[in-house]
Structures are given as C-alpha cells and as structure tokens.
C-alpha cells in the first residue's frame, strides 16, 4: 500500500478552490504543498453551494497511508491544517469546508467535511491524520465483497466523526457499498 518514488521525485498534488481565496491564502497554501509535492498553482471556479464561501479540494496522488503523514507531510500537515482553520475563521458564518482526496494504486479515498465551525474542523482534521490503520483495515480483501474504486465519508457534527463510508465497486459503476461498523464489513447499499 505504499507508495515508491524515484529518489528526488514528490507525488504530485492538485488544488482546485471553489469560492476564493485571498491572495494570502492563496499563496500559503500552495507552499505549504509545494514542499513536499510536485504542484500548480491552485485553480478557481464557482462555487455552486450557496451555503458556503469557500471549499479547499486537494487531490494528493499518494496512497492513504500512515507514510503521507510521518514521511512526506510531517510538520506540513500542522501547517496545513492551520491554514485550513484559518481560511474557515475568516469565513465566519459564510462558511467553509475541504474535501480531501487520496490516489492509491487500487482506491480513491475522499474526505468531504461539509460547512463546520472552528472546533468541528479541527477535530475533523486531526482526525484524517489518526484513521490511516481504521481504513487499512476496512479495505482490506476479507472486507470487501469485491474491489472498490472510490470510498467517500463525510463528517458528521452531532458525533464528531467521519462516518457514511460509501464504496463504489470497479466493475458496476450502479452498485454502491456501505461500511457496515458492526460487522467490519462492506455491504451492497439499498437503494
């Protein structure tokens, strides 16, 4: 489940905003990541979600592995998520959210936190850092009743955790999995 780079090369990271960033913002953001991953300048569009001001999508082509944390973000990831608090406390009440994505060889992993408030966010984010061995798990073989493509959760405020893990399998773009707690398993959705 690791990732091997060349020596010298870093995976690669794309950044699209919706909404704006300031050119602060803006600016530290893409330093932050230029650190450590190969990187453009973030892009903008529209933000079609009238209840927010802003939503940070980061797509880092690196497996979702304890390794992105310790070995290729280390301190960026603190900086990162502060910046990602920031950018939230500037919004105030208009809002701002990030979806996180992650590129494995075999799973696309996304975080989609949704509109939170400052302690929502930063529980969140701590969070993504700490369930690489929660997910490891879930995606293992014996888990999965075939291989998965794309696993999406989203926060949930009331419980102050990710949840809603979804899968969809490589085969049937139609079928759609849940991740069932109890049993530690995927299970077909019903629709």
């Excluded at 310790?70 to 939230?88: I, Y």
Aim: proline share 4%; aromatic share 10%.
């Amino acid at each position: 489940m690791g990732c091997r780079l060349l020596e010298g090369s870093k995976p690669l990271a794309e950044v699209l905003i919706e909404g704006e960033l300031s050119p602060f913002e803006h600016e530290a953001l893409y330093q932050i990541l230029k650190k450590r991953f190969r990187v453009e300048q973030p892009s903008y569009v529209d933000l079609p979600d009238e209840d927010l001001a802003t939503r940070i999508n980061i797509v880092f082509h690196h497996p979702y592995n304890v390794d992105l944390f310790t070995g290729v973000l280390q301190e960026n990831w603190r900086d990162l998520k502060e910046l990602f608090k920031q950018v939230r406390h500037r919004r105030g009440r208009a809002g701002a959210a990030f979806n996180l994505t992650f590129v494995g060889k075999e799973i696309r992993l996304v975080f989609r936190s949704g509109s939170l408030d400052h302690e929502e966010m930063s529980s969140a984010l701590d969070q993504i850092g700490h369930l690489t061995g929660i997910v490891h798990q879930m995606v293992r073989p014996e888990a999965m009743l075939e291989p998965l493509s794309l696993i999406e959760c989203s926060f949930d405020k009331a419980s102050d955790r990710w949840h809603e893990f979804r899968g969809f399998s490589l085969t049937d773009e139609k079928k759609i999995y849940s991740f069932n707690e109890a049993d530690f398993r995927w299970t077909v959705r019903e629709t």
